[in-house]
């Protein structure tokens, strides 16, 4: 599914389910072991849920991710995001001709340091993790290499659950160890589920979006002068990110539970479906001929980079605030921020699942 209508078509229909007991090549034992995406296949967790599982699953986590938690977490970004600023310009006074990867100083680490600090993981193991969820989303290593990595990832995780379980802290997976509702709780896998559904959402998905933000503004210096000329809103900057170059690109997958006709084709019962929620953002036939520009000024900015329906991101508003937070510090500090490569000389990453760069060189002035 590459348009607008498409993908928001298959994730309002009730005959497109998530639960992978409803591919027919899978259970035919069609797809091998080794098969690339596999981990996002055989995940128990509430992106790969339907129905009843996904209700509870989605109730039991969201006790524990309110919005009041998060709400505490705001001055906490802030103070962070002044920090990972001074770091950018110690960094660029430092090196050879003042060039600093603004992505590895600030993009990277400020996402990770909130989800890490949300969660409760010691300072010695978040490099490590970030490395595993970086490869996760990465489609160009082998396959026997990202089952290991995700098995390295796995084991993490449930010792981080094995430790908050003697030692309760003030954290996300305490709260996620103890949620219940109505004497139910999460099992141990889904536990460790969970956290990798929403750990390495909230690190790779997060980092790329600041760092397409700030490439999207750098790259249209009359985009930002109407910012900092305070005659459009940082929120709106942000939704036309969102919509222009999300990190979001194809999430894998959903499966048809019948024939019936998809944005007037007919698919077959069993099918797997790629939703490409990058390129639904650009559709002209959604926002018009300038579909394919970056314009914070337009009226309908709407986009699914967070999903839609009832498998809308749970992280969406911390998201939004760690964006929000860090984009006016940078540019009120750094109003002479530029790219210090061409845009074209960007590498990009090696996945379809997430949108963005390897590195992102910038000048502060």
């Known amino acids: 599914m590459t348009t607008h209508a498409a993908v928001e078509e298959a994730l309002a229909d009730p005959r497109v389910q998530k639960d992978k007991k409803h591919w ?16 996002w296949i055989i995940a128990e967790n509430m992106l790969t849920s339907d129905g009843a599982e996904h209700t509870r699953l989605r109730k039991l986590v969201s006790r524990a991710f309110t919005p009041r938690r998060l709400e505490r977490l705001r001055e906490a970004i802030a103070v962070l995001a002044d920090g990972l600023l001074d770091d950018l310009e110690a960094e660029a006074a430092a090196a050879e001709g003042g060039v600093v990867d603004f992505k590895a100083t600030v993009a990277q680490r400020l996402p990770m340091t909130v989800i890490s600090d949300l969660f409760g993981l010691d300072q010695e193991i978040r490099p490590k993790l970030h490395g595993q969820v970086n490869m996760f989303f990465d489609q160009s290593i082998a396959p026997d290499q990202a089952m290991a990595t995700f098995m390295e990832m796995w084991a993490l995780l449930t010792d981080l659950v ?25 099992s141990e896998d889904e536990l460790v589920w969970s956290l990798v559904l929403i750990i390495s959402a909230g690190y790779e998905t997060t980092m790329n979006l600041i760092a397409n933000a ?44 019948e024939e019936f006709a998809l944005a007037g084709v007919t698919v077959p019962a069993g099918e797997p479906l790629l939703l490409g929620y990058g390129s639904a953002g650009r559709d002209p036939e959604r926002h018009g001929d300038t579909a394919h520009l970056f314009d914070i000024t337009r009226e309908d900015t709407g986009h699914l980079s967070f ?59």
């Open 307 to 365: 999903s839609h329906g009832r498998h809308y991101c749970l992280g969406a508003s911390l998201a939004r605030m760690e964006v929000l937070e860090l984009l006016p510090r940078l540019f009120a500090r750094f109003p002479g921020l530029d790219l210090a490569v061409a845009d074209q000389d960007l590498e990009p990453l090696p996945s379809f699942i997430v949108g963005g760069v390897q590195a992102l060189p910038v000048r502060l002035s």
């Open 162 to 186: 094995a430790t908050k379980r003697a030692e309760p802290g003030d954290d996300l997976t305490t709260d996620l160890i103890a949620a219940r509702d109505e004497g139910d709780r999460l």
């Open 24 to 39: 027919t090549a899978f259970n035919a034992g069609e797809i091998p072991p080794d098969w690339p995406l596999i981990s």
């Open 214 to 257: 700030v490439r999207a503004l750098l790259g249209h210096r009359d985009q930002l002068d109407l910012v900092l000329a305070g005659e459009v809103g940082w929120d709106r900057v942000l939704e036309e990110v969102l919509r222009w170059d999300g990190a979001s690109g194809f999430v894998p997958m959903r499966y048809t539970t």
